[in-house]
């Protein structure tokens, strides 16, 4: 397999693999172009982010400033606004519904490193290896149409939201919540449930 093949299937891959490295810099080429432009460039503003992202929809707003990593991997439904100062580091795929509401500083992570320190750092690691000194995975994340994220919500790797459900503000999201309800925490649980879901 390839790194980025492995990358994308949620095992160990080498981060500094020149197929990462060249990601990266077009990404962070197409970010400061993006986040250079006033608010009401919004031509422009689209058709940087037609390159930057892997897919998006109609009517979608990415305030400023924007980061993500490789950005190829997110994928925007339509109706969709994502609010100043967001963070979404894209190794694997993110995935983004119809009518989501992303509130201001919400960071979306798929990459991730082992607990256990024995694997995580490499042994006898070699600096002229071209390999990372640690090992990393990537799990996708995917928040359904119709969710609201809270100002502030961490949503952690390989999580998945379901459909309509709101993330209460300063949440952080460590594993799947379901459809049509209101969760919040740290970790983030199950509150209540709306929009006429069964108790």
């Not at 320190?117 to 070699?126: F, I, K």
């Not at 961490?154 to 594993?175: D, F, H, Q």
Request: charged share 20%; net charge neutral; with cysteine.
């Amino acid at each position: 397999m390839t790194e980025l093949e492995k990358c994308m299937a949620g095992e160990f891959y080498n981060c500094h693999d020149p197929v990462f490295l060249e990601f990266k810099n077009t990404a962070r080429m197409l970010l400061a172009q993006y986040n250079a432009l006033a608010y009401d460039r919004k031509a422009e503003k689209r058709a940087v982010l037609e390159q930057l992202f892997g897919s998006i929809g109609s009517n979608v707003s990415v305030g400023l400033p924007f980061i993500c990593d490789y950005g190829r991997n997110i994928r925007v439904g339509s109706n969709v606004s994502i609010n100043m100062n967001c963070t979404f580091v894209d190794c694997n795929t993110i995935t983004i519904g119809d009518n989501v509401l992303i509130a201001s500083n919400v960071q979306i992570y798929t990459a991730a490193h082992p607990v256990e320190y024995a694997e995580r750092v490499l042994q006898n690691w070699d600096p002229e290896s071209g390999q990372y000194f640690c090992n990393t995975f990537a799990k996708p994340v995917t928040i359904g149409s119709g969710c609201w994220l809270g100002g502030g919500v961490i949503v952690l790797p390989g999580v998945r939201i379901g459909e309509r459900t709101v993330i209460g503000a300063g949440s952080i999201v460590t594993k799947d919540i379901p459809p049509d309800c209101v969760a919040v925490g740290n970790p983030c649980r199950v509150i209540r449930k709306i929009n006429g879901a069964a108790k």
